[in-house]
Nanobody
Framework: QVQLAESGGGLVQAGGSLRLSCAASGRTFSRYGMGWFRQAPGKERELVAAISGSGGSTYYADSVKGRFTVSRVTAKNTVTLQMNSLTPEDTAVYYC?????????????????WGQGTQVTVSS
């Protein structure tokens, strides 16, 4: 069983930055591919970024490419999402998720564990 806890959300003005963190329980963190998803009201869940267990492979949605950076620190069982140049379109609840394989995936149903989510609101 893996428990995930996100932190770092909040209210920021357009153009600003936020850094989300996801703390994971468990002793085999390096075996988990991790993803950051977001869901805005009335919209489908969207994969924003993903990272492999080793951290050597990453994926970014086109909408965030060049603005967001995903990274992980295995020794601390954490994954972070650095978000720069935020726009109101980035407003959503952000979730981190873990799959039980180290290879990253773009499919939400291949992630087994989910955090509770953290709200990110970007004002114009």
């Amino acid at each position: 069983q893996v428990q995930l806890a996100e932190s770092g959300g909040g209210l920021v003005q357009a153009g600003g930055s936020l850094r989300l963190s996801c703390a994971a329980s468990g002793r085999t963190f390096s075996r988990y591919g991790m993803g950051w998803f977001r869901q805005a009201p009335g919209k489908e869940r969207e994969l924003v970024a993903a990272i492999s267990g080793s951290g050597g492979s990453t994926y970014y949605a086109d909408s965030v490419k060049g603005r967001f950076t995903v990274s992980r620190v295995t020794a601390k069982n954490t994954v972070t999402l650095q978000m720069n140049s935020l726009t109101p379109e980035d407003t959503a609840v952000y979730y981190c998720a873990a799959r039980t394989q180290p290879i990253l995936t773009l499919r939400w149903y291949e992630y087994t564990y989910w955090g509770q989510g953290t709200q990110v609101t970007v004002s114009s």
